[in-house]
């Protein structure tokens, strides 16, 4: 079983940046997919990006070209760097692992216990 740890969250005003990461330990990290996903109050789970075991790279239209996933395999860690925050960012935002890349959570079959995001305006 992986176990995932989001860090990095924090309050941040509009137009500023964060750094999230998503650390994984247990099954082999480099075999699976991550994707981070952002709750927020009395909405649903949604994605925002997601990058394979082959770094192609998946991004939410919401986030396009102003968000950046990476992953670096050799530290078990997938990183999002977040630019441009606007207070619709604002939620929890956490990271899963599928076998393949996916938009979907249904696909994700490990998830972190998330990190807050807040973007003031």
């Known amino acids: 079983q992986a176990q995932l740890v989001e860090s990095g969250g924090g309050l941040v005003q509009a137009g500023g940046s964060l750094r999230l990461s998503c650390a994984a330990s247990g099954r082999t990290f480099s075999n699976y997919a991550i994707g981070w996903f952002r709750q927020a109050p009395g909405k649903e789970r949604e994605f925002v990006a997601a990058?394979?075991?082959?770094?192609?790279?998946y991004y939410a239209d919401s986030v396009k070209g102003r968000f950046t996933i990476s992953r670096d395999n050799a530290k078990n860690t997938v990183y999002l760097q977040m630019t441009s925050l606007k207070p619709e960012d604002t939620g929890v935002y956490y990271c899963?692992?599928?076998?393949?890349?996916?938009?979907?959570?249904?696909?994700?079959?490990?998830w972190g216990q998330g990190t807050q995001v807040t973007v003031s305006s």
């Open positions: 899963g692992a599928a076998p393949r890349i996916a938009r979907t959570k249904e696909a994700y079959d490990y």
């Open positions: 990058i394979s075991v082959l770094k192609i790279t």
